[in-house]
């Protein structure tokens, strides 16, 4: 029983923390720390995030994609207002030289990819928009719930064109995520 109990505490505490050579981030550490400990990321996403329907404050977020390489797993760092608030895991990285997108198809693209990796297998879309708003938040999605919540949201509408012989691709992505893919009118070109 101890045992169990130990590999559940080493993986919760997992999500809390990252490891860049011998020294380690955590949770509430200031985005310069996270500079001085693991460098520069490969990615840097931000956007204004609302905190409150009826505020006018906004939050600034950044997702950090840190890519150390095929052999580990991407380490995804989510700061508000320049403190980390979340370490996450996605996948395994890239080749330290795989262009941007080089491996990209109509069959690549699906839910829940980052846009690191989206970027980083079918490179820039033909075009993007972006909005922000809130949406209700659910049970299942937020442990926060309660009746009347709302979540902010930061929502992006990117279209990529594989070519006439197919649709045109339209994702939408929220806070960094794919979250939906639609099929478009038969693409354009050669």
């Known amino acids: 029983m101890w045992v169990l109990g130990s ?15 011998s020294r380690l981030v955590t949770v509430e550490a200031r985005a310069a720390e996270l500079l001085a400990v693991c460098g520069e990321p490969a990615y840097r996403d931000v956007w204004g995030q609302p905190v409150d329907p009826a505020s006018d404050f906004v939050a600034e977020v950044e997702e950090w994609t840190y890519d150390f390489g095929p052999s580990q797993l991407l ?19 890239f080749p330290p030289h795989a262009a941007n997108g080089s ?21 820039a879309p033909l075009t993007r928009s972006v909005q922000s ?40 992505i929220e806070n960094g995520r794919v979250v939906a893919v639609e099929n478009s009118a038969r693409g354009s070109g050669p």
Not at 7 to 21: K, P, T
Not at 108 to 113: D, E
Not at 140 to 168: C, K, N, Q, T
């Open 7 to 21: 590999n559940l505490l080493n993986s919760a505490q997992a999500s809390d923390s990252m490891r860049c050579g």
């Open 75 to 93: 380490r995804i760092v989510r700061l508000r207002n320049a403190r980390v608030v979340a370490i996450d895991a996605e996948g395994y990285g």
């Open 103 to 123: 491996r990209c198809g109509p069959e690549v693209i699906a839910t829940g990819l980052s846009k690191y990796r989206l970027l980083k297998l079918c490179g």
């Open 133 to 172: 708003g809130f949406r209700a938040a659910y049970p299942s999605i937020d442990p926060r719930y309660r009746p009347g919540l709302y979540s902010a949201v930061f929502r992006e509408e990117w279209v990529y064109d594989f070519g006439p012989r197919y649709f045109m691709r339209v994702l939408t």
